[in-house]
């Protein structure tokens, strides 16, 4: 019954908690149910061994008695939808609240993600201006639309969900953008969400593999 993890044998955000296992590890804090992690390097993320877990060959993964999963999302949906507490009991709002999830997977974070990707691999590119500020526009866009529909409200339909939890650990992605400044109760929003004692033990946990990392690295 154990539930297994993996996650980063050495994180590349050098324990900033952007990593995707930290969703899933966030996610059963939340929830109350205790895990191990099996910390893959990435040449082993390619070998047949973990690839019979994630055919893609990378990270999180989840396991449990015969139980396999990859994708971060839908490991999440996995355990919300098994333990009490990320998802609320009235179908309606228990709907809404996996229509954010997956907001959160397919129309947030893939221009956030873009964004990030052409800051550190293409500065030396000379399109890279004009590109960059075409990219950065498309967050803004979806940043403006989400901060319009949060307003002043806590979180995004009632109480917090997985709807959050996913949303939150997108926006964490900007911190060092400086777009999400813009955007006050988005800002505020992040902050109420690694607030949370679950989100704190789940970062310290993966700190926890980075500095440990380190100190065998001398």
């Known amino acids: 019954m154990t539930i297994t993890i993996t996650a980063f044998e050495s994180s ?52 449990q008695d015969d139980l396999v999963l990859f994708e971060s999302g839908a490991i999440v949906l996995h355990v ?23 907001a959160a997977l397919n129309t947030l974070e893939p221009p956030i993600v873009d964004s990030e990707m052409a800051r550190l691999f293409d500065r030396d590119k000379p399109w890279y201006d004009d590109r960059r500020a075409v990219l950065d526009e498309r967050v803004h866009t979806r940043l403006r639309e989400l901060s319009a529909r949060l307003g002043a409200a806590e979180w995004l339909d009632g109480d917090f969900s997985a709807g ?27 902050a109420r969400g690694v607030a949370r004692p679950a989100y704190q033990r789940a970062f310290a946990a993966q700190l926890a593999v980075f500095e440990s990392s380190q100190a065998a690295n001398g």
Do not use: C
């Open 12 to 63: 590349p955000d050098q324990g900033r908690g952007l990593a995707r296992d930290m969703r899933v590890r966030w996610a059963l804090e939340e929830v109350g149910q205790p895990y191990v992690t099996r910390l893959v390097s990435f040449a082993a993320m390619k070998e047949p061994p973990h690839l019979a877990l994630h055919p893609f060959g990378q990270i999180p993964t989840y396991e």
């Open 80 to 102: 919300a939808e098994r333990n009490v507490g990320l998802l609320p009991a009235d179908a309606d709002a228990r709907a809404r609240a996996i229509g954010w999830m997956f």
């Open 164 to 190: 959050d939890l996913l949303t939150v650990t997108v926006l964490r992605r900007l911190e060092r953008s400086g777009m999400i400044e813009g955007y006050r109760n988005l800002a505020n929003y992040v």
